[in-house]
């Protein structure tokens, strides 16, 4: 499969901004400092885009629909061997780095005496990445509830490429927007019925149905046409990037009022998100002069290290104001936790992927190469 450069930059992007939005909310004084700057007559908040840079696990969502879909698209055939092949690669992926970390956190946490006790069955939970949502326990790092969806989309992807095969493209995508779509629905019918007044953003994307149509923007890029002109790719980019700026501050704006309730946003916001995307992906999928720098080689070794960020740096901010405490709330000492957070962060997340994540893609590489191989002969 082809290997872009520019799309790796974006995944050690979407780290950082995960990483930063975590900062601004464990350690927020820099951000509040920052909120209402005077320029120009008027107030600027120089914060926004780290505010929301949860949606960094979009990227990762639309990436992961994307660059996978297009190995199995691309594959000559599609047979249990090679269904199976597929999903070992990403199991090797997903679980030796959250295996490693728990086995170090775990025991490190319960001798500091920052926890109690250890129950089994969330211990369990944590290592199969069981989500309490089909009847697990609560992950002990935050960021873990995205691996479950990503896990689910990999079970799924080969047979949505097989019903593609069958049924067209097409109704494919419009099948899994509908599934999205009247999953969260019935949801948000759910909370109402029992006169909760307000629906968690966490309720309608713990699953995967939830989330089905973020993935599948993704998937949808697979088709994006790539002849288009130089001028032409500029203006889509050009507009892309405007709506993207602006559906941020409409989400911001409905969190401050109080519309994220409203029945369209709980709906579509997340779907329309997504749609901007992967628009932005399949314009970079060629490259544009101006945009050279996502596939400089310190964005695409962030990219290397994205899995190892995503992981660490989470922990490494909870248990910092626990091991250390101090003032941490001042403006210095936000300053000093984010400084802190990516010294020990990424050597964490180099380790991660020098000792465990890449050499055992290789592993499964090398061993599925050598099978292909013996069948063959």
Not at 99 to 105: E, F, I, K, N, T
Request: hydrophobic share 55%; proline share 5%; aromatic share 14%.
């Amino acid at each position: 499969m082809q290997f872009y450069p520019a799309l790796h930059g974006m995944r050690g992007l979407a780290a950082l901004a995960v990483l930063l939005f975590h900062w601004r909310g464990s350690f927020p004084k820099v951000s509040m400092d920052l909120k209402e700057v005077p320029f120009l007559g008027t107030t600027w908040d120089l914060f926004l885009f780290i505010d929301l840079g949860w949606n960094g696990v979009h990227w990762f969502f639309v990436l992961s629909g994307f660059l996978l879909a297009s190995q199995l698209l691309h594959a000559s055939q599609l047979d249990g061997q090679a269904i199976g092949r597929f999903w070992q690669r990403r199991l090797v992926r997903i679980y030796p780095a959250v295996w490693l970390q728990l086995s170090l956190l775990l025991p490190f946490t319960l001798m500091m005496g920052l926890v109690a006790s250890l129950e089994f069955k969330q211990v369990l939970a944590n290592y199969l990445l069981w989500p309490a949502a089909l009847g697990g326990a609560p992950f002990y790092n935050g960021v873990y509830w995205t691996l479950p969806l990503e896990l689910s989309f990999y079970l799924l992807l080969p047979f949505i490429v097989l019903l593609q095969r069958r049924i067209g493209f097409w109704p494919v995508l419009a099948l899994a927007v509908l599934i999205t779509v009247a999953w969260r629905l019935n949801i948000i019918w759910e909370y109402q019925a029992s006169n909760t007044a307000r629906v968690p953003a966490s309720v309608l994307r713990d699953l995967l149905p939830g989330m089905l149509a973020v993935f599948m923007a993704g998937y949808a890029v697979t088709r994006f046409p790539q002849d288009l002109g130089t001028r032409t790719r500029y203006a889509w980019l050009a507009g892309a990037l405007a709506i993207y700026v602006a559906w941020h501050l409409l989400v911001r704006h409905a969190l401050k009022t109080g519309l994220d309730q409203n029945l369209w946003m709980l709906l579509f916001w997340e779907i329309g998100l997504a749609a901007i995307i992967a628009l932005i992906i399949g314009l970079l999928l060629q490259p544009l002069r101006g945009f050279g720098w996502l596939a400089w080689r310190p964005l695409t070794w962030l990219g290397d290290l994205s899995y190892g960020i995503y992981l660490w740096h989470f922990p490494v901010l909870r248990l910092l104001p626990r091991l250390f405490p101090g003032d941490w709330h001042s403006t210095s000492g936000s300053l000093l936790a984010l400084a802190i957070c990516i010294v020990v962060t990424v050597p964490l997340a180099m380790a991660s992927y020098h000792w465990v994540e890449r050499p055992l893609m290789d592993l499964v590489a090398r061993r599925q190469r050598h099978r292909r191989t013996l069948h063959t002969t």
